[in-house]
Every structure is written in C-alpha cells, then in structure tokens.
C-alpha cells in the first residue's frame, strides 16, 4: 500500500514537478493516469523564450509490460493564453526502452508524420510563436484505463533565433490582393519570411517596406508590419479569437490619384543590405479621392474630408465597458464581448447620426504593449496580435458605419503613480523587469523613446492608411501622468512624437493630444507647437450654484475663444479645438442635469466654433437609455452646412423672455447665422423647463437690408419648425421665437 502511493506521489511529481535544467535530467517515474492524457512539464516560464526557443525535446522512455498497447507520446509548447503546440510521435511505445526526438520546426515531413499542430485554433509554429512560449515538456495518452509507471529522462534542447543576411533571406509565398484597385481603396501585400526573425515587430531585427513610385514619380515608402489571422466567434458573453494559419508580414498602400503605381519590397535582415522584390505595377481607376479627416487647409479651426466642412459628432467610447459609470450613474456593466459589443455600439450611434467616438489603447481595452503575463499581451517590445486584429476590425466597423475614430495611444494611468495608476503594470517598469524606475523617465530614457518608435511604426504601418481613423491621440490626460508638472520634458516628449507621426504617415492624419479638467488645464508650450495640430481637453465641471462651478455653455464657450492669460484657443493658433470627454464632473451629475448636458453641449459648441461636438463619457448611460437623440438632431441640422470662413466668428446674441433668464450665441459668417437658445435654469439644473411664448433674440448690431430666410428648428430632434422671409430694413435685427421649451435653434441665410 505504501509502495503504491509513494509511485502515485512520484507520478504527481511527475505532472507538477519541478522545472527541468539544459542538462538530460535524471529518471523520472511517471503514473499513467489514461484515459485521461498524462503530462510531464519539463520547463517552466523562466527557461522558455525568445532567447532560448524549444527546438526539440529528446527522451529516453521505459514501458513496463503492463502498459497499453496503444500508449502514444509527443511534445508540447504552451504559452501564456493557453495555446497548445505539439509535435507528436509516429508510432505507439512498445515495452522496453525507446528513445524519441520531437523536433519543433515550421516544417513537416513524412518522418514526422502529424507535424506541429496548435490546438485549440491549429496556429501555425514559427520562430515568432516559439519565442512566446512559455511552458514545454512530454505527454502521454492512451484510450484504454491503465496506472502504469514509466521511467523517463528527458532533455529540452533550445536554439536561439538564425538570423538571416541577404544571400541566404527569401521572401516566399507573395499574396497581393490585386493588380487593380478603385482610388480610395486598399491594396495589401504579405510575405513569409525564409527566416523568420524571433521579434517580428522590432525593425532592428527584420524590417518590410513597401515601396511605391506614383503616376507623377514622386515615391513613398511604406512600412510593413506583423499581422497573424484571427477568427473571432461569440460565446454570447463574450469575444473568443483564435489564431487561423500562420502570420504574416504585410505591408498596405491606398492610392488617391489614379494611374499606375511601380512597386517594390525591400526586406532587411539586421543591418544587411536590403533584398528588393519587384512587385506587378498596380492600376488605380476611377476619380482622384481624398477621404480622410484632416485640419482645414483655409480654417484651420476645423476639420474637413476631401475639401467639405466635417464636424465630427458623438461620444467618447474609450472601451467596452465603464466601472465609474456602475457606480456614479447606477449603469449596467456591459458584456466584455469585445469587437461584437463595439459593432453594436457603431451600429446604434451610426443610426443616430453620430459621425465620430474615440477609444483608447488601454491595457484593459486595445493596447498593443503590456506586461506578458496578463492575458493576450506579450511583453515590453512586442504587440499583442489579438488586439491588433481588434483595432482592425473596429476601424472597419465604425466606417461602415459612418463613424471615424479619434485614437488615443496611451492613456494616462499607464505612466501614473497617482491618479489611475498602473505604472507598476508597464512593461517599461522596473517592476515588471523593465529598465526604467522613475515612470518620469518614460518620456526621456533613450530606451524607451526607442521602444515608442518601433510602436509608432508599427500603428502607421497598420491602421495608417484607413479613413476611419480620424487622428493621434498621443495620450489621455497627460497632465495627470507622472511626468505632468515638467513641462520641459513633456514639450519635448510632444515634438518628438508628433514630428515622427508626421513624418511616417503618408496619409496626412492630424495628430493631438489631450488635458484633463478642462481648458485652464492645457500647457501653453505644446498648445502652440506646429506639430500639434488640434487640441483635446475636458469640459468638466460643478454646477453654476456650486462654489466655482459654471453653466457648460459658458465653459464651452471659454473653450474655444481667446482667453487672457490662457493660450489654448482656436482663435490663437488657428487649431481645432474638440471636448473629448464631457457629462457634470468627474463623478457624473443628477441625471437631469446628464441629460440637458447631453443635449445642450453639442449646441453650445457648435455656435461657439469648437472642431466637433463635445464628446460625452457616459457611453453606457447613453447606450443603455437609448438617447440618441442629440446626434439626430444635430446631424440634421449641420447637413449641407459650412461653418469656415475668414470673417467667421462666434457671437454673444442677447435674448430676452418674460418667462426666465435665456443663454444665446450664434455662429456668423457672411451670408448666414446658425444660432441657438436654451432656457438658462434647465441648461444647468435640467429637469422641467419654463414655457418661452414671447422670446425675442437680437441677431447682429447692423445687418444689412435685404430679404432673410428665418428658419427655426426642434433643437430635440432636428425639425423644421416654420421657415419665414424677413424683408430686413437695415441695422439691428430683432427676431421673436416661436413658443419653446429647454432649447430652440435657427438657421438666417440671405435670399438670392
């Protein structure tokens, strides 16, 4: 009986045992346990990786003659999220002694047999999958019921990583999507690599541009990036991927004039020189295109697509789900079931009108870099391949669906201490075997600034050529990062960044940055750096009845205009100027002052001149209330709209009721006026609003003769309530509202 248990203790050993060294190890007694598969780890984290890769594993193994008959055996490698890579053994182990070697290479041969498969997702092995492996050793199946102990001595033989030079590198089995591409639409290629680097997403290692001479001579290059297949399925409550075949380098080009475009990859192994492969010239047909968001070339106060005024118009849909709104708003936390729930939020917000979210790249959400032991991430210096699917994903499905996203790529808690902090979670730290202490030093360290840019790279290479990208956000809040009162070292960090995103993405996207609170927030010497072109801040804030608190109309208003002292303005440097996060304080607000935020603030920007519509925090209050309504209307109303011009300006329009005090401005340009009024009392409190029969508004001190078209609109929904001509003498113009409730606005354009 004592024998027995002290073989099954073995055999426990034998399953959780300790982590083998290089050296063959002793003999080890392993217990059966089938039909259930009987696992023997050999190695542990700490002895696997990209340094050390698992080529083989070599075993000497005695069967008793009590053991199955059809006993199998065969190698694995795991890594950190559970993917099973295994080499299995041709043939059943006979008893007596036999010695096996599994070899674990990318290729598949007859001696071989089954090869390496991965399960669950059957991912292929390469040199980039062997680097992230984690875990490593033998198991042992049969289908038959048996406890019999076999002796096993084992050797896991590692290989660091061939490096290629550019006699012996190859680029095999080239896919292009096509010869001939519509302007405007995309053209890929991909590659396999005869020599895979062990880091696919360090250029120092193995770099991929794509080349492209235009119709006019002028050439581009492109840099290629790592991208590995997914397939992505619903569990209902959740999003489960799994790897489909093996990854790839890729590279993408989306040409914008028509005519033929020469193209050429250049592969460079380290520092050899370069392996050029011609490609086919690739023909774009049709109309010369444009369609990416970019800062007006004649108003730099906002932005436009291809020539026409945009205004960018929805909410900030930072990730999935919010803890801050469950607690402060009493919300339902939604599903984590990643790009399924962001389709549906694009699917709604679309149907709404909305033209605009943003998301960030957060550890919790869509971030490439994070510590390798969380799951999906792989460490300092390499990218998590399933959220980079994500982010491709939801950058197709929010341009499906009419939206485009403002994409922040680091948020603030990530080089924190203080507020949200998760420094001691960042692969970058010290803690987590990062070279950097002081999270201070993210912004300055030579290393990490050289990390930042192969992470750079790889972004442009990615998502760079999609319009539904509408800008860099370079961070979320940088004043509450660690390096936040060191306004050397930001402005400095800010001009590096931005001049390098400039300088890889050939598209042309606006690259921005972000303040918490709100605009007495924003550094004076990044607001007014060139490369910095346009500016994100918060437009939180207490009610007008509390201590310092504000009406938001009135902080939306400060936001965009000149403002002593305070050198963030549109009107200053001739930048966009977009509220990204809005909606009471910090911590929320009563829901009937959310829900007069909610509709009034798009209005008060937009006849304050700001780039876009404030963007709301409270996703999942607005999701799970289904109010839409604000986006709606506003979207009908700008439709056919242009707000730029050189004497455009925002103007105070005093309005006057005998039912209560009214706030009012107008947008003013030559020719038109698009103006808005909202019952002062329900924009701050919200709640029930006073009846306004006799309003009246005084639009400009001298507006010249001639007949106007006066129309007023359902500020609610975005109806058109009556439309009159007003045959104006000359000099101040004094209009009468119709009667209204909470708010009202309208449009006065001169007649032909």
């Not at 108003?299 to 909410?315: E, N, Q």
């Not at 979670?425 to 987590?432: K, L």
């Not at 001049?499 to 007014?528: C, F, K, M, Q």
Request: proline share 6%; hydrophobic share 40%; aromatic share 10%.
């Amino acid at each position: 009986m004592f024998w027995r248990s002290w073989l099954l203790l073995l055999g426990l050993v034998a399953l959780f045992g300790p982590v083998a060294t290089n050296a063959a190890e002793m003999p080890r007694v392993v217990v059966l346990q089938s039909p259930l598969t009987t696992v023997l780890a050999l190695e542990g984290a700490d002895a696997v990786g990209a340094t050390n890769a698992v080529a083989a594993i070599s075993a000497t193994i005695t069967v008793p003659t009590n053991a199955p008959a059809d006993l199998g055996v065969g190698a694995f490698v795991t890594d950190q999220n559970g993917r099973w890579f295994q080499r299995l053994h041709p043939d059943a182990l006979k008893p007596g002694t036999t010695t096996v070697r599994l070899v674990f290479t990318a290729e598949t041969t007859e001696k071989t047999a089954l090869g390496v498969l991965s399960e669950p997702d059957r991912a292929a092995w390469t040199a980039v999958t062997a680097a992230t492996a984690t875990r490593a050793g033998l198991f042992f199946w049969s289908a038959s019921g048996s406890r019999a102990c076999l002796s096993v001595q084992a050797t896991v033989e590692r290989a660091a990583p061939a490096v290629a030079t550019v006699t012996s590198g190859r680029l095999l089995d080239l896919r292009q999507s096509s010869t001939r591409v519509a302007c405007g639409e995309r053209f890929s290629v991909s590659v396999t690599p005869s020599s895979w680097p062990a880091n696919p997403y360090d250029d120092r290692d193995f770099a991929l541009d794509l080349c492209v001479t235009a119709p006019d001579g002028s050439e581009l290059r492109l840099p290629g990036f790592y991208a590995q297949p997914m397939a992505r399925f619903d569990r209902g409550d959740a999003e489960e991927l799994q790897r489909a075949g093996a990854g790839r380098m890729c590279a993408r080009f989306r040409p914008q004039q028509p005519g033929t475009y020469r193209l050429r990859l250049e592969a460079r192994w380290g520092a050899h020189p370069a392996l050029v492969t011609r490609l086919p010239d690739l023909h774009a047909t049709g109309a010369a295109w444009d369609g990416y968001a970019r800062v007006d070339a004649k108003d730099p106060r906002f932005l436009s697509v291809d020539g026409a005024w945009w205004w960018p118009l929805g909410p900030n849909l930072r990730s999935v789900a919010d803890q801050r709104s469950v607690k402060y708003l009493n919300t339902v936390l939604t599903p984590e079931r990643g790009t399924f729930a962001y389709d549906a939020y694009c699917a709604r917000l679309g149907a709404s009108g909305a033209t605009a979210i943003e998301v960030w790249l957060s550890s919790w959400n869509l971030a490439l870099e994070w510590r390798r032991d969380w799951p999906g991430f792989q460490g300092r210096g390499r990218y998590s391949d399933v959220n980079a699917w994500r982010l491709d994903h939801l950058l197709d499905s929010a341009f499906a669906n009419g939206l485009r996203v403002n994409l922040v790529l680091t948020n603030h808690g990530q080089v924190s201490v203080r507020t949200d902090a998760e420094w001691d979670s960042n692969p970058w730290a010290h803690a987590q075997g990062g070279p950097l202490v002081d999270a201070a030093d993210w912004f300055s360290d030579a290393r990490a600034l050289d990390g930042q840019e192969r992470l750079r790279r790889y972004l442009v290479a990615r998502y760079a050529d999609h319009p539904g990208l509408l800008a860099w956000k370079l961070f979320s809040e940088v004043n509450l990062t660690a390096a936040g009162e060191d306004t050397a070292r930001l402005t400095a960090w800010h001009r590096r960044a931005a001049t390098r995103l400039h300088a890889l993405d050939h598209y042309g996207h606006p690259v921005t940055t972000h303040w918490s609170g709100d605009w007495r927030s924003a550094t004076p010497e990044i607001t007014a750096l060139t490369e910095i072109d346009l500016l994100c801040v918060d437009a939180y804030h207490r009610r007008e009845n509390e201590g310092s608190g504000q009406l938001l109309a009135n902080l939306l208003t400060a936001t965009a205009l000149v403002q002593p002292g305070r050198p963030l303005s549109a009107a200053r440097f001739n930048k966009p100027v977009l509220v990204s996060e809005y909606g009471g304080d910090w911590d929320g607000a009563p829901e009937a002052q959310l829900v007069a935020e909610h509709a009034a603030g798009p209005w008060a920007a937009l006849v304050s001149g700001h780039g876009g519509a404030p963007m709301l925090w409270w996703f999942e209050w607005l999701d799970q209330g289904n109010r839409w309504g604000p986006y709606r209307a506003l979207s009908r109303f700008v439709r056919g709209e242009d707000l730029r011009g050189v004497d455009a300006r925002s103007l105070p329009l005093p309005a006057t009721s005998p039912d209560g005090g009214l706030w009012a401005r107008g947008w003013s340009r030559p020719g038109l006026v698009l103006g808005y009024v909202q019952d002062r009392r329900w924009g701050a409190v919200g709640g029930s609003a006073t009846l306004h029969e006799n309003a009246t508004i005084t639009i400009g001190a001298e507006v010249a003769p001639g007949a106007l078209r006066l129309e007023w609109w359902n500020a609610d929904d975005g109806r058109l309530l009556q439309a009159i001509t007003v045959n104006h003498l000359g000099g101040p113009l004094t209009v009468s509202a119709p009667p209204f409730q909470r708010h009202l606005a309208f449009k006065l354009k001169r007649e032909r």
